[in-house]
């Protein structure tokens, strides 16, 4: 009887703890969100997304051989470990609109402050 009832216990504790990691899994997602929309809200950026721990900014065609690419990287650069990404990417707009081909303008990695 005190295995089942110990069964049980181990049972139920685990469903909580998988529960908890589901629901700051889900929180960090909308967090995440939340973030990226305020990134895109920028007049300067058309496009942002975070992958494979990098933040990946498509700025306006119009505007990207003129944005200051290192102050917009320090101070993206703020929030990455609430984000976690750990390099800011600045990619072509203009190329990729053009031949459909994704090149890099320059990065930027969070790290080196530290």
Not at 12 to 33: D, E, F, G, I
Not at 69 to 75: F, I, P
Request: glycine fraction near 2%; aromatic fraction near 10%; proline fraction near 2%.
């Amino acid at each position: 009887m005190k295995v089942g009832f110990q069964s049980r216990c181990a049972r139920s504790l685990l469903c909580v703890v998988l529960s908890l990691c589901a629901v700051t899994a889900l929180a960090q997602t909308k967090a995440q969100k939340a973030f990226l929309e305020r990134v895109k809200s920028v007049s300067t950026i058309d496009d942002a997304h975070i992958s494979d721990h990098a933040l990946v900014i498509w700025p306006s065609p119009d505007l990207q051989s003129g944005l200051d690419y290192e102050a917009m990287g320090a101070q993206l650069c703020l929030e990455y470990k609430v984000y976690k990404y750990l390099v800011v990417w600045f990619m072509d707009s203009s190329k990729y609109r053009r031949d459909k081909e994704m090149v890099m303008l320059q990065s930027y990695v969070c790290l080196e402050d530290e």
